[in-house]
Structure formats: C-alpha cells, structure tokens
C-alpha cells in the first residue's frame, strides 16, 4: 500500500529530526514554535507550514525535496 502524502511527510521529518543530533526543545526554539507542536510532527497529528518546513529544513541542514520526496526526472 501506498503511503500518503502526511505519511511520508511525517516519516521523512522524524528521520531528519532524530538523526539531526538536536533534541525537540532546541529545534522548537529555532524554528519559533512549541516543543509540543515538534511532538506534534513526530507523530503526524500535524503537520509544518510551508513556512516552518522552511525554517525546519534550513536549521536541520536538509532539503524540502528530501522531506516531500521530490524527484526531479
């Protein structure tokens, strides 16, 4: 089965996060949002603006098309 689109987003962030070496407090800070809210991510009861993935992918050093799994052909 294939995995919808807040799947593969959540997947792809909380690889990004849990590999960044940063703990949720410190990238909460960063990006301007709760600790609760990255929690939030984590677990795909949300997901980041276009905004915050921004800022995300800017402070965990990775590429949005990464997280959206962007392929270009």
Wanted: aromatic share 4%; glycine share 4%; with cysteine.
């Amino acid at each position: 089965m294939e995995k919808t689109l807040n799947e593969m987003i959540t997947q792809n962030l909380r690889y990004e996060i849990e590999h960044s070496g940063k703990t949720k407090t410190e990238i909460a800070r960063a990006i301007g949002v709760s600790n609760p809210t990255v929690s939030q991510y984590l677990s795909g009861r949300i997901q980041p603006t276009l905004q915050t993935l921004s800022r995300l992918c800017n402070y965990l050093n990775c590429s949005a098309d990464d997280i959206l799994e962007i392929k270009l052909k």
